[in-house]
């Protein structure tokens, strides 16, 4: 694997629950980003945050809610989710700028 | 829509045999970089070509980027089992930001 971890690796929460995932890249990079993978769509930019800064909210539901403390970690929040936001989420970093980003393995979330 | 197009969907060779998988794009762009995922798991940075430049390779990749066409190809040579996955082409343009395709999910049979 890279340098970045995810965790959970699977996730089932019902619709009123309330869950984090995390991410935690250990590659020095000061960009990092969220992105959610359905079956049979292109992969959906959800969140950047550059230097700790939320630089880009691609008109994500308030029901996810994302936090980064520090470069290192980036953890997306959730609560009353839907059947529809089961889907593969994987985390990313980078230098910025946008050239090659490192990907975690992902978190396979299913909302019952 | 700035995301790239990946043709085709699905790509079925024999091992020891090539492969090829087509990107195209709407916009004028940075870079363009493919990215290969093995079945559920992360994304895996393969090559980057710059704007500017035509061709490049990196083993047994090759990738060609037509500017005026608005598209670019990967070339898979010799191809092995362990290819087998799902390859995405990602497209920058003057902002940070990386828009990826559905993918070419290619499986070589042993």
């Known amino acids: 694997e890279t340098g970045v971890t995810q965790t959970p690796r699977h996730l089932v929460m019902g619709m009123t629950n309330k869950k984090s995932l995390k991410c935690e890249q250990h590659?020095?990079?000061?960009?990092m980003y969220w992105y959610k993978q359905s079956a049979k769509k292109p992969l959906e930019l959800m969140f950047v945050y550059n230097f700790k800064e939320q630089t880009e909210n691609n008109s994500v539901p308030s029901r996810f809610s994302p936090e980064c403390p520090n470069s290192s970690h980036l953890f997306l929040h959730l609560h009353t989710l839907q059947p529809e936001d089961s889907a593969l989420y994987l985390c990313?970093?980078?230098w910025g700028g946008g050239d090659e980003q490192f990907f975690g393995p992902g978190t396979r979330l299913t909302v019952l | 829509s700035q995301q790239g197009e990946e043709d085709p969907q699905a790509l079925s060779i024999q091992e020891g045999e090539n492969a090829t998988m087509n990107c195209s794009y709407k916009?004028?762009?940075?870079?363009l970089q493919w990215y290969r995922q093995n079945s559920g798991r992360g994304l895996v940075h393969l090559i980057l070509?710059?704007?500017?430049?035509r061709e490049k390779h990196s083993g047994r990749l090759r990738v060609t980027l037509d500017t005026s066409k608005k598209s670019s190809s990967l070339l898979i040579t010799a191809s092995r089992a362990a290819d087998t996955a799902s390859y995405f082409c990602?497209?920058?343009?003057?902002?940070?930001?990386?828009?990826f395709g559905t993918g070419t999910r290619l499986t070589v049979i042993p």
């Open positions: 590659l020095g990079h000061n960009a």
């Open positions: 990602a497209t920058r343009t003057g902002a940070n930001n990386l828009f």
């Open positions: 070509i710059r704007s500017n430049e």
């Open positions: 916009t004028s762009i940075n870079n």
């Open positions: 990313a970093s980078s």
